[in-house]
């Protein structure tokens, strides 16, 4: 079974960046869709991925992060990375990566997750 860690969360400025990575270890990364997942503060984990990447490389977005958050996957590398650009106050959260094995069109149900990240956006 895959291990995932997420790492780059931190503090921000609205409308600022910032990359989040997924690393994966134990197993082959290309089994796997990857899914992104956020926690807001005093709130349950979301249930839906904001963004997921499907085997074969296709994406998908919440309509909340579509356009400002762009994620991409190196196998080789056994990597996902979480491009968030114009980051807003409502973006704060913990943000937790998690995969599902050979999954054909949705990052569910999921079968690993990473520990998450924070990302605070705030002036």
């Known amino acids: 079974q895959v291990q995932l860690v997420e790492s780059g969360g931190g503090l921000v400025q609205p409308g600022g960046s910032l990359r989040l990575s997924c690393a994966a270890s134990?197993?082959?990364?290309?089994?796997?869709?990857i899914g992104w997942f956020r926690q807001a503060p005093g709130l349950e984990r979301e249930g839906d991925s904001i963004?997921?990447?499907?085997?074969?490389?296709?994406?998908m977005y919440a309509d909340s992060v579509k356009v400002r958050f762009t994620v991409s996957r190196d196998n080789a590398k056994k990597m996902v990375y979480l491009q968030m650009n114009d980051l807003k106050p409502e973006d704060t959260a913990v943000y937790y990566c998690?995969?599902?094995?050979?999954?054909?069109?949705?990052?569910?149900?999921?079968?690993?997750w990473g520990q998450g990240t924070q990302v605070t956006v705030s002036s």
């Open positions: 963004v997921c990447i499907l085997i074969d490389g296709t994406t």
């Open positions: 134990g197993a082959r990364l290309d089994f796997y869709a």
């Open positions: 998690a995969a599902t094995l050979f999954a054909a069109d949705q990052c569910s149900p999921q079968d690993s």
